[in-house]
Protein backbone atom coordinates (compact mmCIF):
# COMPACT_ATOMS: atom_id res chain seq x y z
CA UNK A 1 0.00 0.00 0.00
CA UNK A 2 1.55 3.13 -0.80
CA UNK A 3 1.49 5.98 2.09
CA UNK A 4 0.49 9.49 2.41
CA UNK A 5 3.85 11.51 4.08
CA UNK A 6 1.90 14.61 5.84
CA UNK A 7 2.87 17.95 7.29
CA UNK A 8 0.88 20.22 8.86
CA UNK A 9 1.49 23.47 10.05
CA UNK A 10 -0.21 26.94 11.81
CA UNK A 11 -1.01 28.96 8.80
CA UNK A 12 1.84 31.69 7.81
CA UNK A 13 2.39 34.25 5.46
CA UNK A 14 3.33 32.76 2.11
CA UNK A 15 5.38 34.89 -0.71
CA UNK A 16 7.22 34.64 -4.41
CA UNK A 17 9.09 36.48 -6.61
CA UNK A 18 8.88 35.99 -10.03
CA UNK A 19 5.97 37.76 -12.13
CA UNK A 20 2.39 37.27 -11.96
CA UNK A 21 1.27 34.41 -14.13
CA UNK A 22 -1.33 34.52 -16.03
CA UNK A 23 -4.35 32.31 -16.08
CA UNK A 24 -4.22 31.32 -20.00
CA UNK A 25 -0.41 29.59 -19.58
CA UNK A 26 -1.94 26.87 -17.78
CA UNK A 27 -2.01 23.83 -20.42
CA UNK A 28 -5.32 22.00 -20.69
CA UNK A 29 -5.88 18.36 -21.75
CA UNK A 30 -8.49 18.20 -24.58
CA UNK A 31 -10.98 16.90 -21.64
CA UNK A 32 -11.47 17.24 -18.42
CA UNK A 33 -12.84 14.72 -15.92
CA UNK A 34 -14.86 15.31 -12.98
CA UNK A 35 -13.23 12.39 -10.26
CA UNK A 36 -14.84 11.31 -6.76
CA UNK A 37 -13.82 13.03 -3.59
CA UNK A 38 -10.83 11.97 -2.60
CA UNK A 39 -9.98 12.46 1.02
CA UNK A 40 -6.94 12.64 3.45
CA UNK A 41 -7.62 9.57 6.08
CA UNK A 42 -5.23 10.84 8.57
CA UNK A 43 -5.75 14.40 8.58
CA UNK A 44 -8.88 15.17 6.13
CA UNK A 45 -7.07 16.82 3.23
CA UNK A 46 -9.50 17.34 0.55
CA UNK A 47 -8.35 16.90 -2.62
CA UNK A 48 -9.54 20.05 -5.64
CA UNK A 49 -7.57 19.56 -8.38
CA UNK A 50 -5.36 17.01 -10.17
CA UNK A 51 -2.12 18.64 -12.58
CA UNK A 52 0.61 16.43 -14.71
CA UNK A 53 3.73 17.81 -14.65
CA UNK A 54 5.27 17.70 -17.30
CA UNK A 55 9.01 19.82 -17.66
CA UNK A 56 8.08 23.14 -15.98
CA UNK A 57 4.35 23.07 -16.55
CA UNK A 58 1.08 21.69 -15.59
CA UNK A 59 -1.54 19.69 -17.54
CA UNK A 60 -5.32 19.76 -15.61
CA UNK A 61 -5.99 16.41 -15.37
CA UNK A 62 -9.06 16.40 -13.26
CA UNK A 63 -11.38 18.50 -10.96
CA UNK A 64 -11.91 16.75 -7.94
CA UNK A 65 -15.99 16.73 -6.81
CA UNK A 66 -15.72 18.71 -3.86
CA UNK A 67 -18.41 20.34 -1.28
CA UNK A 68 -19.69 23.63 -2.48
CA UNK A 69 -17.93 25.53 -0.54
CA UNK A 70 -14.54 24.36 -2.04
CA UNK A 71 -15.46 25.32 -5.40
CA UNK A 72 -14.06 28.79 -5.01
CA UNK A 73 -10.96 27.43 -4.32
CA UNK A 74 -11.49 25.12 -7.58
CA UNK A 75 -11.91 27.94 -9.67
CA UNK A 76 -8.94 29.82 -8.50
CA UNK A 77 -6.25 28.06 -11.35
CA UNK A 78 -4.37 31.65 -10.96
CA UNK A 79 -3.27 30.57 -7.42
CA UNK A 80 -2.92 26.62 -8.45
CA UNK A 81 -0.08 28.23 -10.88
CA UNK A 82 1.69 30.71 -8.34
CA UNK A 83 1.71 27.66 -5.89
CA UNK A 84 3.38 25.61 -8.42
CA UNK A 85 5.72 28.33 -9.68
CA UNK A 86 6.62 28.99 -5.90
CA UNK A 87 8.01 25.15 -5.98
CA UNK A 88 9.81 25.60 -8.77
CA UNK A 89 11.54 28.66 -8.11
CA UNK A 90 12.50 27.87 -4.48
CA UNK A 91 13.87 24.18 -5.65
CA UNK A 92 16.31 23.46 -8.48
CA UNK A 93 15.07 21.31 -11.45
CA UNK A 94 17.24 18.32 -10.50
CA UNK A 95 16.19 18.08 -7.27
CA UNK A 96 11.88 17.63 -8.30
CA UNK A 97 11.96 15.54 -11.44
CA UNK A 98 10.39 12.71 -9.33
CA UNK A 99 6.96 14.82 -8.94
CA UNK A 100 5.26 13.87 -11.72
CA UNK A 101 1.56 14.82 -10.15
CA UNK A 102 1.01 18.19 -8.08
CA UNK A 103 -2.78 18.57 -6.75
CA UNK A 104 -4.21 21.06 -4.81
CA UNK A 105 -5.74 20.22 -1.46
CA UNK A 106 -7.70 21.69 1.04
CA UNK A 107 -6.44 21.39 4.43
CA UNK A 108 -9.01 21.82 6.85
CA UNK A 109 -6.89 23.54 8.97
CA UNK A 110 -5.09 20.20 9.60
CA UNK A 111 -2.37 19.64 6.53
CA UNK A 112 -0.43 22.32 4.66
CA UNK A 113 0.95 19.36 2.50
CA UNK A 114 1.62 15.48 1.46
CA UNK A 115 3.75 13.44 -1.05
CA UNK A 116 3.06 9.74 -1.96
CA UNK A 117 4.82 7.39 -4.73
CA UNK A 118 2.54 7.19 -8.02
CA UNK A 119 3.96 3.71 -7.79
CA UNK A 120 5.67 1.20 -5.50
CA UNK A 121 8.54 1.60 -8.11
CA UNK A 122 9.20 5.26 -5.67
CA UNK A 123 10.91 6.86 -8.58
CA UNK A 124 7.39 9.01 -9.32
CA UNK A 125 5.49 11.45 -6.84
CA UNK A 126 2.68 13.14 -6.26
CA UNK A 127 2.65 16.29 -4.50
CA UNK A 128 -0.19 18.15 -2.76
CA UNK A 129 -0.25 21.35 -1.18
CA UNK A 130 -3.08 23.09 0.37
CA UNK A 131 -4.18 26.10 -1.07
CA UNK A 132 -5.68 27.61 2.23
CA UNK A 133 -2.30 27.83 3.46
CA UNK A 134 -0.66 29.62 0.45
CA UNK A 135 -0.89 32.99 1.15
CA UNK A 136 0.55 35.83 -0.61
CA UNK A 137 2.76 34.48 -3.50
CA UNK A 138 4.66 37.74 -4.22
CA UNK A 139 8.06 36.77 -2.39
CA UNK A 140 9.93 33.75 -1.03
CA UNK A 141 10.83 34.90 2.48
CA UNK A 142 12.24 31.67 4.38
CA UNK A 143 12.34 33.45 7.62
CA UNK A 144 9.09 33.31 8.67
CA UNK A 145 6.83 31.11 5.82
CA UNK A 146 4.88 27.98 6.64
CA UNK A 147 4.70 27.58 3.25
CA UNK A 148 8.13 27.37 2.32
CA UNK A 149 8.55 25.08 5.40
CA UNK A 150 6.12 22.86 4.15
CA UNK A 151 7.72 22.13 0.53
CA UNK A 152 11.01 21.96 1.77
CA UNK A 153 9.80 19.15 4.39
CA UNK A 154 7.91 17.55 1.76
CA UNK A 155 10.93 17.51 -0.33
CA UNK A 156 12.80 16.04 2.11
CA UNK A 157 10.59 13.14 2.05
CA UNK A 158 10.75 12.40 -1.77
CA UNK A 159 14.59 13.05 -1.50
CA UNK A 160 14.94 10.16 1.47
CA UNK A 161 12.30 8.07 0.22
CA UNK A 162 13.06 7.18 -3.23
CA UNK A 163 13.97 4.23 -5.13
CA UNK A 164 17.69 5.51 -5.18
CA UNK A 165 17.45 5.27 -1.29
CA UNK A 166 15.13 2.58 -0.89
CA UNK A 167 14.60 -1.16 -2.75
CA UNK A 168 10.63 -1.51 -2.82
CA UNK A 169 10.86 -5.16 -3.88
CA UNK A 170 12.91 -6.31 -1.31
CA UNK A 171 10.71 -8.25 1.68
CA UNK A 172 10.76 -7.45 5.47
CA UNK A 173 12.19 -11.20 5.88
CA UNK A 174 15.18 -10.18 3.67
CA UNK A 175 15.35 -6.33 4.65
CA UNK A 176 19.18 -6.18 6.41
CA UNK A 177 18.73 -2.65 7.41
CA UNK A 178 15.20 -1.85 8.89
CA UNK A 179 11.47 -1.72 7.27
CA UNK A 180 9.74 1.15 6.01
CA UNK A 181 6.15 0.78 4.72
CA UNK A 182 7.54 1.99 1.15
CA UNK A 183 9.96 -0.40 1.06
CA UNK A 184 13.90 -1.16 3.07
CA UNK A 185 16.42 1.07 3.06
CA UNK A 186 19.48 0.58 1.03
CA UNK A 187 22.58 0.50 3.34
CA UNK A 188 24.04 3.73 2.34
CA UNK A 189 20.98 5.64 2.06
CA UNK A 190 20.29 8.71 4.20
CA UNK A 191 17.99 7.46 6.40
CA UNK A 192 19.67 4.16 7.60
CA UNK A 193 22.45 6.43 8.55
CA UNK A 194 20.06 8.44 10.45
CA UNK A 195 18.61 5.47 11.92
CA UNK A 196 21.85 3.85 13.12
CA UNK A 197 22.48 7.16 14.55
CA UNK A 198 19.92 7.87 16.95
CA UNK A 199 16.76 5.05 16.44
CA UNK A 200 18.14 1.69 16.84
CA UNK A 201 17.54 1.68 20.86
CA UNK A 202 14.35 3.35 20.82
CA UNK A 203 12.38 2.31 17.58
CA UNK A 204 10.48 -1.08 19.76
CA UNK A 205 9.44 1.78 22.18
CA UNK A 206 8.15 4.05 19.40
CA UNK A 207 6.37 1.40 17.26
CA UNK A 208 4.12 0.92 20.15
CA UNK A 209 2.82 4.80 19.81
CA UNK A 210 -0.46 5.59 17.61
CA UNK A 211 0.23 7.88 15.58
CA UNK A 212 -2.71 9.96 16.79
CA UNK A 213 -2.27 9.55 20.75
CA UNK A 214 -0.90 13.39 20.88
CA UNK A 215 0.09 12.31 24.94
CA UNK A 216 1.97 9.70 24.21
CA UNK A 217 4.03 10.88 21.61
CA UNK A 218 4.71 14.14 23.25
CA UNK A 219 5.94 11.96 26.25
CA UNK A 220 7.91 10.29 23.75
CA UNK A 221 9.56 13.73 22.68
CA UNK A 222 10.10 14.73 26.27
CA UNK A 223 12.61 11.62 27.28
CA UNK A 224 14.47 11.94 24.13
CA UNK A 225 14.56 15.47 23.21
CA UNK A 226 18.26 15.68 22.77
CA UNK A 227 17.94 13.18 19.34
CA UNK A 228 15.27 15.37 17.74
CA UNK A 229 15.16 18.71 16.00
CA UNK A 230 11.44 18.86 16.67
CA UNK A 231 8.32 17.33 18.25
CA UNK A 232 7.33 16.27 15.22
CA UNK A 233 10.17 14.80 14.27
CA UNK A 234 10.03 12.46 17.09
CA UNK A 235 6.64 10.93 15.09
CA UNK A 236 8.72 8.23 13.31
CA UNK A 237 11.73 7.60 11.37
CA UNK A 238 10.45 9.21 8.51
CA UNK A 239 8.88 12.25 9.59
CA UNK A 240 12.56 12.28 11.81
CA UNK A 241 14.52 13.08 8.62
CA UNK A 242 12.54 15.32 6.75
CA UNK A 243 12.48 17.68 9.73
CA UNK A 244 16.16 17.16 10.05
CA UNK A 245 16.60 18.03 6.18
CA UNK A 246 14.28 21.04 6.87
CA UNK A 247 16.53 21.90 10.09
CA UNK A 248 19.71 21.46 7.56
CA UNK A 249 17.86 23.71 4.79
CA UNK A 250 16.73 26.79 7.28
CA UNK A 251 19.49 26.82 10.34
CA UNK A 252 22.99 27.69 10.40
CA UNK A 253 25.57 24.45 10.66
CA UNK A 254 25.43 23.41 14.83
CA UNK A 255 28.30 23.41 16.98
CA UNK A 256 27.00 20.83 19.35
CA UNK A 257 27.37 17.25 19.89
CA UNK A 258 23.73 16.22 20.83
CA UNK A 259 22.31 13.27 18.95
CA UNK A 260 20.03 15.46 17.01
CA UNK A 261 22.89 17.89 16.50
CA UNK A 262 24.67 14.76 15.19
CA UNK A 263 22.03 14.22 12.23
CA UNK A 264 22.04 17.41 11.39
CA UNK A 265 25.73 17.66 10.91
CA UNK A 266 25.55 14.12 8.95
CA UNK A 267 23.94 15.91 5.90
CA UNK A 268 26.65 17.75 5.30
CA UNK A 269 28.90 15.33 4.50
CA UNK A 270 26.42 14.61 1.82
CA UNK A 271 27.75 16.31 -1.34
CA UNK A 272 24.35 16.46 -3.35
CA UNK A 273 22.56 17.85 -0.18
CA UNK A 274 24.91 20.51 0.43
CA UNK A 275 24.54 21.13 -2.95
CA UNK A 276 20.97 21.40 -2.59
CA UNK A 277 20.82 23.54 0.53
CA UNK A 278 23.10 26.07 -0.80
CA UNK A 279 21.39 26.46 -4.12
CA UNK A 280 17.89 27.10 -1.60
CA UNK A 281 19.78 29.77 0.32
CA UNK A 282 21.19 31.57 -2.22
CA UNK A 283 18.58 32.03 -4.13
CA UNK A 284 17.96 35.28 -5.84
CA UNK A 285 14.00 35.04 -4.83
CA UNK A 286 14.66 34.22 -1.36
CA UNK A 287 15.16 36.60 1.23
CA UNK A 288 17.67 35.82 3.85
CA UNK A 289 16.96 33.69 7.04
CA UNK A 290 16.80 34.91 10.40
CA UNK A 291 17.19 32.20 13.12
CA UNK A 292 14.94 33.82 16.04
CA UNK A 293 12.21 33.61 13.03
CA UNK A 294 12.84 29.80 12.06
CA UNK A 295 12.77 29.00 15.96
CA UNK A 296 9.32 30.89 15.97
CA UNK A 297 8.20 28.86 12.74
CA UNK A 298 9.33 25.57 14.33
CA UNK A 299 7.61 26.60 17.48
CA UNK A 300 4.02 27.50 15.93
CA UNK A 301 4.65 24.16 14.07
CA UNK A 302 4.76 22.22 17.03
CA UNK A 303 1.88 24.15 18.50
CA UNK A 304 -0.21 22.85 15.41
CA UNK A 305 0.53 18.70 15.95
CA UNK A 306 -0.72 19.37 19.71
CA UNK A 307 3.02 18.39 20.34
CA UNK A 308 5.42 19.86 23.07
CA UNK A 309 6.80 23.23 22.06
CA UNK A 310 10.35 23.69 21.78
CA UNK A 311 12.07 25.03 24.46
Not at 65 to 76: E, F
Not at 79 to 93: D, E, N, V
Not at 182 to 208: H, M, V
Not at 236 to 242: K, M, S, T, Y
Request: with cysteine; charged share 25%; proline share 3%.
Amino acid sequence: MTSKRLLAITLLSVALVNGACKKEEIIRESATSVQTLEQNNLASAISITKYKVVGESLIKVANYKVPDSLVKYQNDEYTHQKMWQYFTTLIPAEYRTRIKQFDIVYGNQKVTGYVSPLSNKLNEWKLALAIEYSGDLNKINLRNQGFAYTVIHELGHVLTLNEEQLDPSTSSENCKTFRLSEGCPRDKSYIFNQYKLGWTDILAENTLISADDDDALAGFYNKYQDRFVTPYAATNVVEDIAETFTSFVLYSKPNGNTIREQKVKLMYTEPALVELRNSIRTNPSVLALTPAKILQLSKEFANSRGKVIIE
